[in-house]
């Protein structure tokens, strides 16, 4: 495999989390609770990709392939509870 042929299978690796983490961190302020977000747009989005892709490589490690249903299952709790945490939803 060439070094653009890497590069593309970890683009393609890490996409979900980074649109996931993207999304969230741009819907987070209309969320419950999201007004009173302590953390700027791109800190919220640089932790909630970080988490996803740390899930997906769970995945990955776990299963032995990429591209599971579970592995995206994951993906999707993790950011949630992350950005749940980040919104301060356990005092509601």
Do not use: E, N
């Amino acid at each position: 495999m060439g070094p653009i042929d890497l590069i593309v299978h970890l683009a393609g690796f890490v996409a979900p989390a980074l649109a996931l983490g993207l999304f969230m961190a741009l819907v987070g302020p209309s969320l419950p609770g999201g007004a009173a977000l302590k953390y700027s747009f791109w800190m919220r989005a640089g932790i909630l990709v970080l988490v996803g892709v740390v899930a997906l490589g769970a995945g990955l490690w776990g299963f032995g392939r990429d591209g599971k249903m579970a592995s995206y299952g994951l993906l999707l709790v993790a950011v949630a509870t992350v950005q749940w945490l980040m919104v301060g939803g356990w005092r509601r």
